[in-house]
């Protein structure tokens, strides 16, 4: 079996060669757009360590409101007394902010994402850094103005050059620059899936203490239901309002027990207090999934938009599968003339789905193609909040490539089969 | 022409017909709803006016606090104006394409309707800044602008509209002279310009503008920059930049694009999603014309011997030619038929989900028509391929 005896083949029958190409880089293409969008927004960067990662709520809220609520963030009394009961265990409490960065030689400034936190934060999300380390808990606790850049924001402030130990004013405060990031993605972005589960990480990471001294504030959500006064950024700090989130990561599972022992108690102890009013669980321990799932990252249109285009990829292979019982009856001739000179039917099955496998690869290579342009046409109608979900990334649409030749292969069968088996052979004259 | 002998060839093969039926019953279900869509983004587009050329949109945010921003923002303005690029600088809240804005609920009918129309706080180099020529009346002198350092209980009396918030106000009258108010304030039209949308140009209430003559100028501060030398629009922003960060007070460019770029931005949704509907139109007309192909392509090989029974019985070619092409046609029609009655209800949803209208019934029997004549087509193409062949070829084939 030659490979030009194949491309022969296809040439005699040239439409319906070309007409199988483009019905199954059409299904590919809008398949593995769908899927790849689905893919990542369905994904958990954090499977790898869920085991011994949690989130942790506390139910402070109103025992007015909708129960089936829970308050996704912690209040500043809670999340600093909880820091307290880590021990070993690593801690990120953090929250998010926006800063004025400018070089002290430039009159240039740029408003860049922050993320005030813990230095625990870097472990525990697998942040790999070019230049530097992080803050330590100590110079953490005693609000040392430092600030770790991420590499978009090097590149912005000091041309991507190593920034340890330059100054950098950020609100009009002077900071020092101890670290600089790697690249750091991570979609979505499960440490906070609050305002935008899909924007990009953050530019500039201070230490969470400092943040506070310096009013840095917060830029996602502070709620609240009590009445309690407020007249500046300092109340809230008093105040029962929430908008901090603390993930924590222990190194046994007894470690995780003697934490939600210490969890128990406090949230007892406060229910003495007064709080806790709801009456029922007062605190959970979430991991990356559950969280993800509590949430409802992957939203209703991608799930619907990816059963379409699987609906429409049974189509096209429908579609090829009656275009192959129509070629195979027009060469039943030429085939039965295969049969005649001694070809077992073996051979011409192996023959036909040879054919079918150029036509599936010239397929496949085209939907890909087509799948990157899709992809680049979701981002632009999603935002650009959705450029990380919209990436090109090679796992779901060579996943799609797979499932699609798989499909291909089933629709053949049928037709193949059938050519094949027939029990007489049709020469006459 | 037996009806019945027909539906007795169409039920022998009611397999592949029935394939065929229902891809061309999704194929005008989808194409009938993704015209509808596909034409009312065009419109969305097309409705958004093609504004500022030559004029890009700065927003600044001043950091410090105790300095007179409205002194600070003036002399920004002149510093932008030594540019020798620029020649007009006009403050302007907001800007166009920038989102968000101010609204304002304007009565008539003595309170009995009200209408929310977008309002620009603009100065008298508004209009010039944008390019844009009043149809009717005239543009505010500087004597007639509230300055930002006015007191609080100074307000503009007169205003510009829109000709969209013209003819819902006063039909076919001139506006000229006659006076609007909301619940605190009554203006006096001075002009009447077209084209101009709020600056959140996505929303029905940014079809209706107007124009007050006032500052505001504060730690916030947007301007429009109109340049005399449009090939360099490019490269204007970087110089803007350049001179607003050599001032002495710190400050932030929150934005700083050319006008049309913005107008971009906020399409590039609907243009991509009109990009992707006609690649989902292409995809199924792909898909009918292979199931047709294949349905009909293996209909003629399983018939061929039968068919030449009958021309070798004396029916003519004619017959023949009539009576296939009328089975399919009749195939393709109860497509057509299950397709619009499946695109009714699909059209319900969009419209009562997002709004757009239903597609007019013309193009629904256009598409009718397209699939009917896609379906002859490639029946007679393959009728012509049969007769071809010698009488004798087709009976011992």
């Known amino acids: ?412 069968v049928l037709p193949i089969s059938q050519c094949c088996h027939s029990k007489s052979i049709y020469i006459r004259r | 022409m037996n009806i019945k002998t027909m539906m007795k060839f169409i039920h022998y093969r009611k397999l592949p017909f029935a394939m065929m039926a229902f891809i061309i019953a999704l194929a005008v279900m989808v194409l009938v709803n993704a015209l509808a869509v596909l034409l009312k983004t065009h419109q969305d587009i097309e409705q958004t006016p093609y504004l500022g050329a030559n004029t890009v949109a700065l927003w600044v945010k001043y950091l410090e606090d105790g300095v007179d921003h409205s002194a600070q923002a003036q002399a920004d303005r002149d510093a932008l104006l030594s540019l020798p690029d620029v020649d007009v600088v006009s403050f302007a809240t907001p800007t166009p394409y920038g989102g968000g804005g101010p609204e304002m609920t304007l009565e008539r009918g003595n309170g009995q309707d009200e209408i929310t129309v977008s309002v620009f706080y603009a100065d008298e180099y508004f209009l010039p800044a944008l390019d844009i020529e009043l149809v009717a009346g005239r543009n505010f002198n500087a004597s007639e602008v509230v300055p930002a350092t006015a007191e609080d209980a100074l307000q503009p009396t007169l205003v510009i509209i829109n000709q969209t918030l013209a003819s819902k106000l006063f039909g076919d009258d001139s506006p000229l002279g006659k006076t609007i108010q909301n619940a605190a304030q009554s203006y006096t039209v001075i002009g009447v310009l077209d084209p101009l949308v709020g600056a959140n140009f996505k929303a029905q209430r940014g079809k209706f503008t107007l124009v007050l003559p006032q500052q505001k100028l504060g730690k916030w501060t947007s301007m429009l920059v109109h340049t005399n030398n449009p090939q360099s629009i490019q490269s204007l922003s970087q110089k803007l930049a350049d001179v607003i960060y050599a001032q002495p007070v710190k400050r932030l460019l929150t934005r700083n694009e050319p006008l049309l770029a913005q107008r971009s931005l906020g399409l590039q949704k609907e243009m991509a999603l009109g990009a992707i509907l006609k690649a989902v139109i292409m995809a199924f007309l792909l898909v009918v014309f292979a199931a047709v192909w294949g349905v009909v392509k293996f209909n003629f090989v399983a018939r061929k011997k039968s068919m030449g029974i009958a021309r070798a019985l004396g029916l003519s070619a004619n017959r023949q030619m009539a009576m296939v092409t009328l089975e399919f046609s009749l195939v393709c029609l109860a497509g057509v038929l299950i397709g619009t009655l499946l695109s009714v209800f699909f059209a319900n949803w969009l419209n009562e989900a997002f709004a757009i209208a239903r597609v007019s019934n013309w193009l629904m029997l256009l598409i009718g028509i397209t699939m009917l004549v896609l379906v002859n087509l490639v029946v007679q193409f393959h009728l012509a391929q049969t007769q071809k062949s010698s009488l004798a070829d087709i009976i011992y084939h």
């Not at chain 1, 994904?43 to 609520?69: A, C, E, F």
């Not at chain 1, 870097?122 to 070019?130: D, N």
């Open chain 1, 1 to 412: 079996m030659r490979l030009s005896t194949l491309v022969c083949n296809l040439k005699s029958q040239s439409l319906v060669s070309v007409l199988v190409v483009l019905l199954i880089a059409t299904g590919l293409g809008a398949f593995g757009t769908t899927y790849s969008v689905y893919h990542i927004m369905s994904s958990n960067p954090m499977s790898d360590v869920q085991h011994d990662t949690r989130y942790v709520t506390i139910d402070d809220w109103s025992p007015d409101k909708d129960l089936q609520w829970t308050p996704p963030l912690l209040s500043y009394q809670d999340g600093t007394a909880l820091l307290q009961f880590l021990g070993a265990s690593k801690g990120a409490l953090t929250y998010d902010s926006k800063l004025v960065a400018q070089h002290p030689n430039s009159s240039y400034v740029y408003e860049l994402t922050t993320r005030a936190t813990t230095p625990d934060f870097f472990s525990i999300f697998h942040t790999q850094f070019k230049y530097g380390a992080p803050w330590s808990f100590e110079e953490d606790v005693n609000r040392t103005a430092v600030v770790v850049l991420s590499s978009h924001a090097n590149k912005v402030l000091f041309d991507s050059s190593d920034s340890v130990g330059q100054l950098v004013y950020l609100d009009g405060k002077v900071y020092t620059v101890v670290g600089v990031l790697t690249e750091f993605e991570m979609t979505p972005k499960v440490y906070d899936l609050h305002v935008d589960p899909y924007a990009a990480t953050e530019d500039l990471y201070i230490p969470f203490h400092t943040a506070i001294e310096h009013d840095v504030l917060p830029h996602g959500r502070l709620l609240g239901w009590r009445d309690e006064p407020m007249s500046g950024f300092r109340d809230v700090l008093t105040t029962s309002m929430i908008w901090l989130q603390l993930w924590v990561q222990f190194d046994s599972k007894q470690d995780m027990e003697a934490f939600n022992t210490a969890l128990a108690g406090y949230t007892e102890q406060q229910s003495l207090k007064g709080r806790m009013l709801r009456g029922h669980k007062q605190f959970e321990l979430l991991s990356s999934a559950q969280w993800l799932e509590r949430n409802q990252v992957v939203n209703g249109d991608s799930k619907l938009l990816l059963m379409l285009a699987i609906v429409f990829l049974v189509i096209c292979l429908v579609c090829v599968s009656a275009l192959l019982f129509a070629s195979y009856a027009t060469r039943r001739r030429a085939l039965s003339v295969y049969r005649a000179l001694g070809a077992s039917k073996r051979y011409v099955s192996s023959m036909l789905f040879a054919e079918l496998t150029l036509l599936a690869l010239g397929g496949c290579v085209l939907g890909m193609l087509l799948t990157a342009l899709g992809l680049s046409y979701m981002e632009k109608l999603y935002g650009s909040s959705y450029q990380q979900v919209a990436s090109l990334d090679l796992t779901p649409i060579v996943i799609a490539a797979v499932c699609c030749l798989f499909g291909v292969i089933l629709a053949s």
